[in-house]
């Protein structure tokens, strides 16, 4: 199996941009997903298929692929945005998630 | 609605065994693969196990492979995960996670829209 590495933590301060990426060799040939997981709660599907927003995510939410790397952006951050994301792919060994980025609204 | 409800959890010592259920309402059961994620006191996401929308095909993660087994019953809703040989690092809430689009043919392509809010496992002498 492959692995996805993301940045342990990432800050912004509200109404500001964040950025997290997940980089993996496998990226190119396969889709990534992005999970908002908050302590106590179970994930949330924010991002499918490098890009696609399920219904009832809020369009601040967005995804992009660029080689071995995609990026979750979530535009004009609020306090209620600070959570656990997780990026995710799949391939036929197996499903992977990346380690996890902190969000912290500052 | 969506509902995914684990059951099963329990406080046990290494080398038992245990079994989780999953009661899933809201959605047509027997047409979507099902899936075992877990996450350990201070860790991330880990995929435990997948079983096609059929019960036909099952797909493990090395760490649990020939310990854990996945199975469902289509007649009533029901997703299940019998573990064997548990271990310390066993210790983790399970979520039990409906995919998103397919059946389950492979792996490839799994990903999860609706989770349940988990159950917790605790191994430990």
């Known amino acids: 199996s492959y692995e996805l590495t993301q940045p342990p933590s990432v800050s912004v301060s509200p109404g500001q941009t964040a950025r997290i990426t997940c980089s993996g060799d496998?990226?190119?040939?396969?889709?990534a997903y992005w999970y908002q997981k908050k302590p106590g709660q179970a994930p949330v599907l924010v991002i499918y298929k490098d890009s696609e927003r399920p219904s009832g995510i809020p369009e601040r939410f967005s995804g992009s692929s660029s080689g071995t790397t995609v990026t979750l952006t979530i535009s004009t951050v609020q306090a209620e945005d600070e959570a656990d994301y997780y990026c995710q792919s799949a391939d036929s060994s197996g499903v992977v998630f990346g380690g996890g980025t902190k969000l912290t609204v500052l | 609605e969506v509902q995914l409800l684990e059951s099963g959890g329990d406080l046990l010592q290494p080398g038992g065994s245990l079994r989780l259920s999953c009661a899933a309402s809201?959605?047509?059961?027997?047409?979507?693969?099902m899936s075992w994620v877990r996450q350990a006191p201070g860790k991330g996401l880990e995929w435990v196990s997948t079983i096609g929308s059929s019960g036909g095909r099952t797909f493990y993660a090395d760490s649990v492979k020939g310990r854990f087994t996945i199975s469902r019953d289509n007649s009533k809703n029901t997703l299940f995960l019998q573990m064997n040989s548990l271990r310390a690092d066993d210790t983790a809430v399970y979520y039990c996670?409906?995919?998103?689009?397919?059946?389950?043919?492979?792996?490839?392509?799994?990903?999860?829209?609706?989770w349940g809010q988990g159950t917790l496992v605790t191994v430990s002498s």
């Open positions: 996670a409906k995919d998103h689009e397919g059946g389950g043919v492979t792996t490839s392509g799994v990903h999860f829209d609706y």
């Open positions: 496998a990226l190119p040939k396969q889709y």
């Open positions: 809201g959605f047509t059961f027997s047409s979507y693969a």
